[in-house]
């Protein structure tokens, strides 16, 4: 059973910081690319951060210079500095793979993200 369990969210101010966590279970994770998204209020779901297994990580320009994605081991990392209000949103962890035709897509629970004015 595939499971990718967030950590970390919570309330901060303006300006603060936040380090999430995703735990995977039940995948190799060495061969998934693994990525943040987050749902603000009445907003669609949107790219963060992705890392692929190598090569470039990849950022939103909303992000950029603020964020860092880190993986290791079993267990994927978003680095949340100098937060903003508009940062508010749900943040879900995204585990994906394709081969031969055949994609892989897990997605976690969701960590809320407040950030205080």
């Known amino acids: 059973q595939v499971q990718l369990v967030e950590s970390g969210g919570g309330l901060v101010q303006t300006g603060g910081s936040l380090r999430l966590s995703c735990a995977a279970s039940?995948?190799?994770?060495?061969?998934?690319?693994m990525g943040w998204y987050r749902q603000g209020p009445g907003k669609q779901r949107e790219l963060v951060a992705i890392?692929?297994?190598?090569?470039r990580t990849n950022y939103a320009d909303s992000v950029k210079g603020r964020f860092t994605i880190s993986r290791d081991k079993n267990t994927v990392y978003l680095q949340m500095n100098s937060l903003k209000p508009e940062d508010t949103a749900v943040y879900y962890c995204?585990?994906?793979?394709?081969?031969?035709?055949?994609?892989?897509?897990?997605w976690g629970q969701g960590t809320q993200v407040t950030v205080s004015s």
């Open positions: 995204n585990a994906r793979r394709g081969a031969d035709g055949v994609r892989w897509d897990y």
């Open positions: 039940g995948i190799n994770f060495s061969i998934y690319t």
């Open positions: 890392i692929p297994i190598r090569g």
